[in-house]
């Protein structure tokens, strides 16, 4: 059913937004039901999220930051700087 490859769509891109990179396919599986069975209450799929053990793991805790180059990086893409001396943006 489309409804439910559209909750699965949604609940893995809040997996990767909120949790990890890497997917957990059971895990986003079960958030995606949850956010089905909901109606598609974004509400309830952000609480579920929220309380995932997975989100409170200390081996995830932090790893979705980016550093400051990839910050600059991204910020320059954005923009469509050009880069033709990348060493101008950190002086």
Known sequence: K????VALYIAEKFWK??????A???AIYKL?????KAKYDIKKLL???????KFW??????????SPT???VGAARSLQLPYDNPRGYVQ
């Open 17 to 22: 937004e909120f949790i990890s990179d890497e």
């Open 70 to 72: 990839e910050l600059l």
């Open 57 to 66: 793991d200390p081996a995830v805790r932090g790893t979705l930051f980016k």
């Open 24 to 26: 957990d396919e059971k």
């Open 32 to 36: 995606a039901a949850t956010f089905y």
């Open 47 to 53: 609480k579920a999220t929220l309380l995932h053990e």
């Open 2 to 5: 489309s409804e439910e490859r």
